[in-house]
């Protein structure tokens, strides 16, 4: 059946996988093989090598597609990986037009990796859309957009993002991994190219590293795919299935944490040591009217400092949570405090990284999908420490 019209959670259990034909097997097989028999050169059931195509992975794409409401995904090795062929559509010369607050990793590869091959790249503020326009010449090419943005939790209005790159003949892409496609869907609201670190909350248990791309274009997934197999940062069937297996529980997960979320930062907004709270739930929050327009809930993530921005307090809080774990990466349904200075965005000048707001005295929750108390429990007797 073609779940089209499903609701979201069927399709998270069912659009895109099928039983085993030889077997039956409801689960999708781990199809550990690197290559298929051929009956004679080139006549084969469409796998040939695994590089280029396996069958759990394919199930994989499929229901990934079908969760952004798109026609075409691509899985790769990381979200890094995913991002690395979106950045291969271009040539020197080009230029790119992304956001101020990114995920670290993704401003590493492009000023320390893609900057050596003549792509210049623009950080710029995209609260108000029509700055871009500000940036835009002959050679731009490309809007790399991440909202909800990593760690500040900014927002950009992707639909009106959408228009700016019409005007412009510009590719739209979007990094949703901070959403997932249960929150938002940015091919409905005009994207080109939906980027997802499924590492995140896609596989939603911290047990594989995987990236995904996904768009409604043919001739933009022919491009991706191609790179894809010449450049080779694909995942194995084994990852493939943790990731499906992940999947079927992604509506209840997101529920859980966006509840989760919720309530922890009212308590930090409430709390009198905490100084400000970054979550766009908060009608205060500089994005609200555009989270509410674009986005089906507001999500887990909750950035915070401590009052005085201070450095040592947010060494202690981070080291005296109990409930909580101090690692990089989020989504899991385990909660996580990182510190993004030191972590997941030492990769920034501390320069650029203060111009962006992520203080030295920032902290960063991943909030997870344990009892709602025990979390709160665990983040006020952290601060009682502090
Ligand atoms: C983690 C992350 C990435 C990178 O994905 P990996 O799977 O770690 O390679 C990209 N963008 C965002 C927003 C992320 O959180």
Redesign the pocket.
Known sequence: MDHKKSGFGTKCIHAGVFPDPTTGAIMTPIYQTSTFVQEYPGKHKGYAYARGKNPTRSQLEGALAALEGAEHALCFS???GA?DAVIKLLRPGDEVITGNDL?G??YRMFSKVFENYGIKFHYIDMHDVNHINEYVNDNTKLLWI?TPS?PMLKMVDIAAASEIAKKHNLLLAI?N??ASPALQNPIALGADIVMH?A??YLGGHSDV???ALITNRADLHEKLAFIHNSCGATPGPMDSFLVLRGIKTLHLRVKAHCENGRAIAHFLKNHPKVGRVYWPGFEDHDGHAIAKKQMKDFGGMVSFTLKGDDFEAAMKFATSVRVFSLAES?GGVESLVNHPASMTHASIPAEERRKAGVVDGLLRLSIGVEDTQDLLDDVAQALDLV
């Open positions: 990381s979200g890094m991002i995920y990793g993704s991440e990593n990094d991994t901070f670190s590492t995140k590293v995987m990236g989020l």
